[in-house]
């Protein structure tokens, strides 16, 4: 049996989910297609910048968060290891947005949101893992439903919301592109860890190629990452993933310079697991009845925590197109476009950042010595790439003024 509907999203993680929300509550016919029956840990993205909680308030997402899982904290505290102590940036006060950063639990956070799908009337089903594309006649996909056999649905639109490992991109015949270099990143759900709850605290260490970035999620947990320039990993090293390789992580951690004290009561809370970070991407995802947002689209290295605000930024750009017109092939276009243009600036901000902070050539660590000692002397020739992101300049003079060339 076939059932039709506008819009099939095949996903529903904040992706899906919120494209889901958005375009029910202005009446749209959606399925939602989830192969997960429960959330688990995946160690995923747990902290939202400013700018994509500014997505999240136009959404409608944010009270929703905040009132069932949401930390939000108002400080971002950093330091430079060999340049400069802690220093604490006030968010609130100096983000365009006026926004903390918002963190939670992923798992929770996917719960909430699928959850406002089901309430604004989008059809929400779980155990539904998508098999097949099917592109003769009206766009449809093929899914195992879980004591429910295989179903044929089809819709108006399919949406590729399936994350950053995502098979509607390779179904659709897209051109997956990947940056050549780039980070490993190991993340944690960590309990009795001494950190301060109030402020993101990020500890960044040039000169081991190395950051690590300490998520307060409220009620004493904390979400841990570690991230290392896939050049300087020894090939001796341990892997940062599996329960036996917890010490390897807090050594790791304490290397990017985050103070030893804070670990001496730590205990983990979920489980390790470490990713290549480097960026995927497709140019232009729209093509004939199918669309790709979120990581699906493109995966920014998540060691910089703009995934979730660029998949909100997806969905609401898309999400205002279809609302605004008939025409959805010109209103996918028009959203692939954009797509191409936000997460462009954002690949480029964080691929310069990426360069000056982290990459362990000498070169690199001779433009390092000079840029970073001006940068820290004179601040507005950083990135903004948590208060502003995708708006932030990126062009010829900011990077000349961040790699101090001026
Ligand atoms: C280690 C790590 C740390 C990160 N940290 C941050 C951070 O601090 N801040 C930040 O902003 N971002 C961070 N991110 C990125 C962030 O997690 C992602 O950008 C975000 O989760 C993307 O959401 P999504 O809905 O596109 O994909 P996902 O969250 O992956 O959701 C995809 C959904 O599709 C479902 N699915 C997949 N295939 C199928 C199928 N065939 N049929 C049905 N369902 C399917 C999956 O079960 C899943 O629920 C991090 C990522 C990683 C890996």
């Known amino acids: 049996m076939t059932e039709a509907y506008d819009v ?45 909680v500014a997505e999240a308030r136009t959404l409608g997402l944010y009270e929703l968060l905040l009132e069932a899982c949401g930390h939000e904290v108002r400080y971002w505290s950093d330091q430079l290891v060999g340049f400069s102590e802690f220093g604490r940036r006030d968010l609130v006060k100096t983000s365009p947005h006026r926004a903390g950063s918002l963190n939670f ?17 989008a059809t929400v089903r779980r155990g539904a893992r998508v098999v097949e594309l099917i592109s003769n006649g009206l766009p449809g996909v093929r899914v195992h439903e879980d004591g429910n056999g295989e179903r044929v649905y089809r819709a108006r ?27 490993v990143i190991a993340g944690l759900l960590m309990e009795g860890l001494a950190a301060p709850e109030d402020r993101m ?13 300490t998520v307060p999620l409220g009620a004493g947990r904390f979400r841990a990452y570690v991230s290392i320039h896939k050049d300087a990993i020894e090939s001796t090293a341990a892997p940062l ?25 730590a ?15 497709v140019s232009h995802p729209h093509r004939a009845g199918l669309v790709l947002i979120g990581d699906a689209a493109a995966s920014n290295d998540p060691s910089w925590g703009c995934g979730l605000s660029l998949t909100l930024r997806d969905v609401r750009v898309l999400a205002d197109k279809l609302i605004a017109s008939d025409d959805w092939s010109g209103a996918a276009d028009d959203y692939a476009e954009e797509h191409d243009r936000h997460y462009g ?27 970073l000692t001006r940068l820290v002397a004179d601040r507005t020739r950083s990135l903004d790439i948590v208060g502003i992101g995708p708006d932030f300049p990126c062009d010829e003079t900011t990077r000349r003024r961040f790699f101090g060339e001026d």
Not at 201 to 213: D, E, F, T
Request: with cysteine; hydrophobic share 45%; proline share 4%.
């Open 267 to 281: 205990r983990a809370a979920g489980p390790l697991a470490s990713y290549d970070a480097r960026d995927t991407w």
């Open 201 to 213: 605290s990020a500890s960044v260490n040039p000169r081991r190629s190395m950051i690590s970035l």
């Open 157 to 183: 639109l399919v949406v590729g919301a399936d994350g950053r490992n995502s098979v509607c991109r390779r179904w659709g015949g897209f051109h997956v592109e990947r940056d050549s270099e780039g980070m």
């Open 345 to 371: 600036v954002i690949h480029r901000l964080t691929g310069w950042a990426r360069a000056l902070f982290y990459h362990p050539s000498l070169v690199a660590a001779a433009v390092r010595e000079s840029a």
């Open 8 to 52: 099939i999203t095949v996903g529903g993680g904040l992706a899906g989910a919120a494209l889901a929300k958005r375009l029910a509550e202005n009446g749209m016919r959606v399925l939602v297609l989830e192969r997960e029956v429960a959330f688990r840990d995946r160690v995923r993205g747990e902290q939202m910048h400013c700018w994509g």
């Open 105 to 121: 639990y992923h798992p929770d956070m996917q719960a909430v949101v699928i959850g406002a799908a089901a309430s604004a009337g």
């Open 241 to 265: 993933s599996g329960e036996a390789n917890f010490p390897t992580f807090l050594t790791a951690s304490i290397t990017s310079g985050a103070p030893s004290k804070w670990y001496e009561a």
